[in-house]
């Protein structure tokens, strides 16, 4: 079973920020918070990823509390295209298969 | 990075039949994964394909229901044998670099529907 607890969905306005959190509390010290996402009909796509800094990138922001249970990613100005279903995912960055939850579905409205 | 294909990208197959599914990296990987996502539901890891060895699979999963090949580092193929309606569901092939970075990444899915 995942070790994440994500809500399972969100409505966000277009051009507003949209901030999904994942609550990662058995995560040990070794394991990435890794953020994909699903839009319909399509395989996942790689978002962003953290061990315990908060970062960013051209798609994202990642923001991971001190102690590392929980994070939150920013998807500072959403477009309709960012509907999706957003998995976050720990791991330990040893190249084995993802252990996928089951996600929050994300819907940006109009 | 690295681009998959997967062929066929759907299919319509009748029950008790055979479809196997190709993926395709356009760079050399040690190890893929098959995913299976039923309808509506997340994505469930299937089976590990390492070039050289059998099929690792996860629990649920066996390998006369789901054979896999894996004949080199760019290559692999999963068949979805003695298809019921209960196998309906998008297959995914994925991979993973291993080292500091290892996003992975995944194939676009055969949308498999079993009648």
């Known amino acids: 079973d995942a070790k994440t607890t994500q809500p399972p969905s969100m409505d966000c306005a277009e051009g507003r920020a949209a901030n999904l959190p994942c609550n990662h509390s058995?995560?040990?010290?070794?394991?990435?918070v890794y953020w994909y996402r699903q839009i319909h009909s399509q395989g996942p796509q790689y978002i962003i990823h953290?061990?315990?800094n908060n970062e960013t990138n051209e798609m994202a922001s990642l923001i991971i509390t001190e102690d590392r249970k929980s994070s939150t990613l920013i998807l500072p100005h959403a477009t309709l295209r960012d509907t999706a279903v957003y998995y976050c995912?720990?791991?330990?960055?040893?190249?084995?298969?993802?252990?996928f939850g089951k996600g929050t579905s994300l819907l940006v409205t109009p | 990075s690295a681009v998959i294909s997967q062929k066929p990208s759907r299919d319509i197959c009748q029950r008790g039949t055979s479809l196997t599914i190709q993926c395709q990296v356009d760079?050399?990987?040690?190890?893929m994964f098959w995913y299976r996502q039923q309808p509506g539901q997340s994505l469930t890891l299937i089976a590990t394909?390492?070039?050289?060895?059998?099929?690792?699979?996860e629990s649920g999963f066996v390998i006369d229901k789901f054979p896999i090949s894996r004949p080199n580092l760019t290559f692999s193929t999963l068949t979805v044998s003695n298809m019921s309606p209960e196998d309906s569901s998008i297959y995914l092939c994925?991979?993973?670099?291993?080292?500091?970075?290892?996003?992975?990444?995944f194939g676009q899915g055969t949308r498999l529907t079993v009648v």
């Open positions: 995912i720990d791991d330990s960055n040893s190249g084995y298969a993802l252990n």
């Open positions: 760079s050399q990987v040690t190890m």
């Open positions: 994925s991979v993973r670099g291993v080292g500091l970075n290892t996003e992975a990444f």
């Open positions: 394909a390492n070039q050289g060895s059998e099929a690792t699979y």
């Open positions: 058995t995560i040990s010290g070794n394991e990435y």
């Open positions: 953290g061990l315990k």
